[in-house]
């Protein structure tokens, strides 16, 4: 597993780096005289380079050179991609539902990784890869929809034109194309078979304060304003590579380890929540901070970390690290396997 995250971080700057030199670079006659122009696209849009001259003609053999070079590199890593991915299906490593981590990949190409972040069930796969362990019970990780939440803090003027214009539904349809945008709840898409994708961003304050709730046109997804989802944003993200059903690795951008846990147990207690959604809320509150406790010393449940918490949340702080410290006298705590080889 930790060979294929370093693969697929040097793949990806390898591939940044090739992105570097999209486009081209010749002679173009202006006038009787050549110049050098380089283009950035399909379009042919760029700019000169100067006249013709010797120097100019070194840049250009540097350019194909180099161009060359890192393209050949970043198709010899897709390919280490393609072998490493048939070892992590035989070693069981690949874990996360074959969609959810075709989302992920398709949101950090499109510059979405900082500012759409994965929240509720399928962030525990980020939690259990940071730890190096594997949650044994499939019911806690059964889910049939992801949830995305959309930083409206950040300015998307800064996303390519291409993902604003197709949005996050354009994203969606390149994973798979029956996903549609529902009428009546546009927050909201959805699969042939069922999968749903939901777009939410926390309630602005006040409430009729503009932000962005939007990546796209006006057909794409319109993010849903819910209460205190700001505690997810004001804390530290966490980037974490994981693999895919199909062996294949992709970045998963998702909430502090300990907000996520600390705001489930507090949804759990709140009198307008859903009581069949309660008891996997608590479970899952309980099951994140044990992995912190056990798996991730580097991260502590401190009240002066969590300040950005309101007080009532940060009290449940105690009985979140009472609880994790069950089972502290056992090689593992309940509910976690080592790797095979282990």
Known sequence: MVDTQQLFEAWAESLDRARSFRGGMHWKSVAGKQYLFRTRDRRGNGKSLGPRSPEAERTLERFKQ????VEEREKSLRRR??????????????????????LGRELWRAGLEDAVLIVGTNALYAYEAACGVQILSAGRLETQDIDLLLDSRRSLELIMNATRSEGL?????????????????????????????DLIRPMPKPPWK???????????????????LDWYLSAPKLRQIIIGEDGFPAPFTVPD????????????????????KKPKDREQAF????????????IKFSKTELRMLPRAVARLTDELIDRAEVGTKSELPSGFEPPDDL
């Open 257 to 276: 380890p300990r907000v996520f846990a600390l705001h489930k147990l507090w949804l759990s207690r709140q009198l307008g929540r859903d009581p069949l």
């Open 287 to 298: 099951l994140v901070a044990e992995l912190v406790s056990h798996y991730l010393p580097q």
């Open 66 to 69: 180099n161009k060359a070079e």
């Open 210 to 228: 503009k932000q962005p709730d939007i990546v796209g046109n006006q057909a794409d997804l319109r993010a849903a304003d819910i209460e205190h």
């Open 81 to 102: 991609l393609a072998e490493q991915a048939r070892y992590c299906k035989a070693a069981r490593v690949a874990r996360v539902p074959r969609l959810s981590a075709a």
């Open 169 to 197: 539904i354009g994203i969606l349809r390149k994973i798979d194309k029956s996903f549609t945008v529902m009428e009546k709840q546009n927050f909201r898409a959805v699969n042939d078979r069922g999968f749903m994708v």
